[in-house]
């Protein structure tokens, strides 16, 4: 059985939050509000005339764009044929225990704090959902999947390279797949976040290692449904089979957006330094207010917290109009937290400075 949608329970503070005089500070979730690189728009523009059928495993433009990017970026060393294009990474976080084959009988690692869809892929799988941070806990269980999370969505901890490098141990004793979700790699502003896919990390194998990347924070492309996943050869093959099957393909003209978005440095450049400004007025602004940042070494969100129920957090920032996420969303161990997203307009960011003061 699904949780309820966690978001519906907001809509009630969402509500009070845009009964402000000078309307609402949405700050809850991880839109990009800014515009998409003209790079990209160019890209998806040149190919609107694709009246065939894409191909599931993309095109080798795409797949060497997404080589180049982790290589020039992020020191990992990858074959383009490792590469397959996903239709953003939500989807993938939801089905990718189904299309490996996780059933009853079986649990899902995930992290005690983490984004409410490795749970829900575990449940749709018919697997057990078990969230800790330590894989001691795990105990006996038979263990087919191992998610982590870095940067973390929502405290924006950054797993440095040796924890990373226990994981995959563990996992590898044990005959696991670890998924890494790497959506934020690029926004590390305290810490330097590693791919499981480094060889520091990995040891110079992608054996039973997939990376998840996404296009939404890094280049706006969250309206494209822009993403993909790389690693461990047979299990991209793997994904790949089951893929064709059931038809879920990225569109042509958003794949070669994709492939242009991934070549080009400098407008995630730009990017980057916009939400570093917003970050840098807001977290003061937190923190001057009564909360506490926790973790947030990376990301766009601060993980935030003062002596109350997060609950009670979210509502007193929606009487001054700004809306924020509960921490309860993404598990137990966040009911004295929430998360404030930094995905807002320059103006936006100044009206919640403002009404914090």
């Known amino acids: 059985m699904l949780p309820d949608f966690p978001w519906d329970r907001l809509e009630p503070l969402k509500a009070l939050a845009a009964s402000h005089p000078d309307g609402i500070v949405d700050l809850s979730v991880g839109t990009p509000v800014d515009p998409v690189p003209s790079v ?17 495993y993309g095109t080798a433009r795409l797949r060497e764009a997404a080589a180049g990017w982790l290589g020039r970026r992020h020191g990992v060393p990858l074959d383009p044929a ?5 239709i953003g990474s939500k989807e993938i976080v939801a089905w990718l225990p189904t299309l490996l084959g996780v059933g009853a009988g079986d649990t899902v690692v995930l992290p005690e704090l983490a984004y409410p869809t490795y749970d829900v892929g575990a449940r749709l799988a018919g697997a057990t959902p078990y969230a800790t941070d330590g894989l001691l806990a795990v105990g006996p269980r038979r263990v087919p999947l191992v998610w982590v999370n870095s940067p973390s969505n929502p405290t924006g901890r950054v797993l440095p390279p040796e924890h990373l490098r ?21 926004l590390g502003w305290e810490a330097e976040p590693t791919s499981i896919l480094h060889p520091d990390v990995c ?3 992608h054996e039973g290692l997939i990376a998840l990347h996404s296009l939404s924070k890094r280049s706006n492309l969250a309206g494209y449904r822009a993403g993909f996943v790389a690693g461990d050869p047979a299990l991209i093959a793997r994904l790949l089979e089951v893929r064709k099957h059931a038809g879920m393909i990225v569109p042509a003209p958003v794949q070669a957006a994709m492939a242009a978005a991934l070549d080009d440095d400098a407008h995630a450049e730009e990017q980057r330094a916009r939400y570093a400004a917003r970050r840098a007025r807001l977290r003061p602004a937190l923190e001057a207010a009564g909360w506490r940042v926790e973790h947030s070494e990376a990301g ?16 007193a920032l929606a009487e001054k109009g700004v809306l924020v996420a509960p921490g309860d969303f993404y598990g137990a161990a966040g009911k004295r937290h929430v998360r404030v997203a930094v995905t807002a307009t320059d103006e936006r960011i100044d009206a919640a400075v403002a009404r914090l003061g």
Do not use: F, M, N
């Open 166 to 186: 226990k994981v995959v141990s563990w996992a590898r004793e044990r005959g696991a797949v670890v998924a890494s979700d790497e959506c934020y790699i690029e």
């Open 40 to 56: 990209a728009q160019s890209a998806l523009a040149a190919a609107a005339d694709s009246p065939g059928y894409p191909a599931t």
């Open 82 to 86: 490792h590469v397959l294009p996903t």
């Open 300 to 315: 766009l969100y601060l993980w935030a917290g003062r002596d109350e129920d997060c609950w009670e957090q979210v509502r």
């Open 203 to 205: 040891e110079g194998s």
